[in-house]
């Protein structure tokens, strides 16, 4: 009897600690309840995680002085349109496109000649789907917004196919500067380009000057690109260029740029939009065909 007894206890032992091990460490038994993972962590088998795109704010600003637009180069006007139309073409959702002229005391209801918002894209229109039905339903709401952006650079590039021939013999090149540095300043969590045609003479109110303005305006996290600068004495302008770069990057600019006419034609500005006018199929390649 003795050995069965034995036996008999040494199992309920067993039974005993494994139970009582279980109620401490398992997970399935403790008395916490679980926390669901965030929504964005659960990924379904086969389906990739979609990246976000960001906004982006370009603001272009075009002299029109003479002594820029006139004296050095008969074709740079037209030269300036094409690039300024190879940003537009780059534009996407949620976007946004500012172009101003510098001239007379800067006042943005004179002078800022066209302003575009482009549609933005609802997040869920961008998540892959293996889903036929609701990937068709996707698709058709992404090709209609990129469709309604089409039709802005459409707009936008008929008004910029027009001549421009206003031209002012004053500068307000810091006034220009002030507004959009105001402006870009509200701009939060998107990408921020200046795009600047000048030869940075500033002449307003008996002020002529070359030099930066004293001013401390607010260009944080922005590009700044300074185009088809008329690069006539090399040692000139690579005093200005140091200036400029130097008083850029103290209010905050991440970039600053200047190229002459040549290097200015093979600049890209602004990167296509990296929002996708198709998303990835789920009825298989020939299907898709």
């Not at 795109?53 to 370009?58: A, D, S």
Request: proline share 7%.
């Amino acid at each position: 009897m003795k050995p069965i007894l034995t036996r008999v206890c040494l199992v309920l032992l067993s039974l005993l600690s494994a139970c009582s091990f279980r109620s401490c460490d398992d997970p399935v038994t403790t008395s916490k309840p679980m926390k669901n993972p965030a929504p964005d962590a659960i990924v379904k088998p086969g389906v990739a995680m979609t990246a976000t795109h960001q906004r982006r704010v370009v603001y272009v600003l075009l002299d029109l002085s003479a002594s820029y637009l006139d004296r050095h180069d008969p074709a740079l006007l037209e030269r300036i349109v094409r690039q300024t139309l190879s940003i537009v073409k780059s534009l996407g959702p949620a976007d946004e496109f500012l172009f101003a002229f510098i001239s007379d005391r800067f006042d943005p209801r004179n002078n800022v000649k066209r302003q575009e918002s482009m549609p933005p894209v609802a997040a869920e229109l961008l998540q892959p789907t293996s889903q036929p039905q609701e990937w068709i339903q996707r698709q058709k709401g992404l090709k209609f917004v990129w469709r309604q952006v089409v039709e802005k650079q459409q707009a936008m590039e008929q008004w910029f196919n027009q001549p421009i021939t206003e031209r002012s013999s004053v500068t307000d090149l810091y006034g220009a500067l002030e507004y959009c540095a105001e402006r870009l300043s509200r701009e939060h969590d998107c990408e921020k380009h200046l795009v600047v045609f000048t030869d940075f003479e500033h002449d307003f109110k008996g002020v002529k000057s070359s030099d930066p303005p004293k001013l401390q305006l607010d260009f944080r996290e922005a590009r700044v690109s300074a185009l088809f600068a008329p690069w006539e004495d090399h040692a000139i302008w690579k005093a200005r260029r140091q200036a400029w770069d130097a008083w850029f990057r103290k209010q905050g600019a991440s970039d600053f740029s200047m190229y002459d006419v040549r290097d200015s034609e093979r600049q890209v500005v602004l990167k296509s939009s990296a929002v996708p006018k198709t998303l990835p199929s789920p009825f298989g390649q020939a299907v898709q065909k």
